[in-house]
């Protein structure tokens, strides 16, 4: 059985890190969770005071930034479980990383706008 925290993590898509960090509200508790600092289409990275509790699933909304809700695109809504927790580089935070596990075709649509107007490059491309 796994403590609170696990440290391996596996992917298969490359995250994407944002030029913004946004605030991520749980829904259930109406109550910010954190900020996400990188995204893709299956999964997240939030940054938070407090870890999250890994297999637990959150209703979450994902704030925007100001020109995606210049385009009616408030927030988005996805179903993401936590898969795991640890603590971040930068003291006193913790990071989360979170699989998607439901989102309808509108946040997929918001989330794939979010990452080709906001993402820094592929570190792979940087010099």
């Known amino acids: ?12 898509l ?17 109550k910010e969770i954190g ?7 299956k999964g997240l990275l939030v940054m938070s005071n407090n870890p999250l509790e890994v297999g637990k699933e959150f209703f979450l909304l994902i704030d925007t930034p100001k020109s995606l809700k210049a385009r009616s695109i408030t927030g988005i809504e996805i179903m993401a479980k936590c898969v795991w927790s640890k ?3 930068t003291p006193p935070y ?34």
């Open 1 to 12: 059985m796994a403590g609170p925290f696990v440290l391996s993590e596996k992917r298969a």
């Open 14 to 30: 490359p995250r994407r890190e944002l030029l913004f960090y946004l605030k991520v509200t749980d829904q259930d508790r109406k």
């Open 35 to 41: 900020r996400m600092i990188d995204i893709h289409s």
């Open 87 to 89: 603590r971040s580089l």
């Open 94 to 127: 913790m990071e989360s990383g979170l699989m998607i596990v439901d989102k309808s075709p509108k946040a997929e649509e918001a989330i794939n706008l979010l990452i080709s107007l906001f993402a820094m490059p592929d570190a792979s491309l940087r010099a």
